[in-house]
Nanobody
Framework: QVQLVESGGGLVQAGGSLRLSCAASGRTSSMYTMGWFRQAPGKEREFVASIRPSGGTTRVADSVKGRFTISRDNAKNTLYLQMNSLKPEDTALYYC?????????????????WGQGTQVTVSS
């Protein structure tokens, strides 16, 4: 079992920044790809970014490319999402998750452990 706890969400003005964290405990999550997803009201959950176990390979959705950066600290069992130049359309509940595999993992069906989410609200 893996337990994931997200933090760092909040209310920010457009153009601002937030850094999300996801603390993992339990089964060794550092052995697997981890990712961030988000879900806005009335919309489906969408992929934001993923990072492979070593941290050397990442994938970021086109909608956030150049603004969001994913990273991980395996020694601390923590996943991060640095979000800059935030836009109102980034408003959503952000989830971290652990993938079943060690590849890119951009589909939510590839993930088997999920956190409860942290709310990000960007005002215009």
């Amino acid at each position: 079992q893996v337990q994931l706890v997200e933090s760092g969400g909040g209310l920010v003005q457009a153009g601002g920044s937030l850094r999300l964290s996801c603390a993992a405990s339990g089964r060794t999550s550092s052995m697997y790809t981890m990712g961030w997803f988000r879900q806005a009201p009335g919309k489906e959950r969408e992929f934001v970014a993923s990072i492979r176990p070593s941290g050397g390979t990442t994938r970021v959705a086109d909608s956030v490319k150049g603004r969001f950066t994913i990273s991980r600290d395996n020694a601390k069992n923590t996943l991060y999402l640095q979000m800059n130049s935030l836009k109102p359309e980034d408003t959503a509940l952000y989830y971290c998750a652990v993938c079943k595999y060690t590849g890119i993992c951009s589909s939510s069906t590839s993930y088997n452990y999920w956190g409860q989410g942290t709310q990000v609200t960007v005002s215009s």
